[in-house]
Nanobody, 115 residues
Framework: QVQLVESGGGLVQPGGSLRLSCVAS????????MTWYRQAPGKQRESVAV???????NYLDSVKGRFTISRDNAKNTVYLQMNSLKPQDTAMYYC?????????WGQGTQVTVSS
């Protein structure tokens, strides 16, 4: 069983930055594929960035060059550095840990980009 707790969301102006954190407990995250998802009101949840257990990363096309996913195994934490934020990045952001058939979710953290 893995417990995930996200933090770091908030209100930011367009062009600003935020860093989201996802702290895991109950297991070591290094053996999991870790993904940041987001869901805006009225829209489907989408995968924003993933870092595999091997350290490979992949990004949603619309965030490439602006967002960076990283993992600190010593702190059992995954981060999402978000720069040059746009109003269309506004959503609830969720952290997911996946390994074989096991999938765990956090409760989410709200990101609002508005002037």
């Amino acid at each position: 069983q893995v417990q995930l707790v996200e933090s770091g969301g908030g209100l930011v102006q367009p062009g600003g930055s935020l860093r989201l954190s996802c702290v895991a407990s109950g297991s070591i995250i290094s053996i999991y594929h870790m993904t940041w998802y987001r869901q805006a009101p009225g829209k489907q949840r989408e995968s924003v960035a993933v870092i595999t257990s091997g350290g490979s990363t992949n990004y949603l096309d619309s965030v490439k060059g602006r967002f960076t996913i990283s993992r600190d195994n010593a702190k059992n934490t995954v981060y999402l550095q978000m720069n040059s934020l746009k109003p269309q990045d506004t959503a609830m952001y969720y952290c997911n840990a996946l390994r074989t058939s096991y999938s765990y979710w956090g409760q989410g953290t709200q990101v609002t980009v508005s002037s």
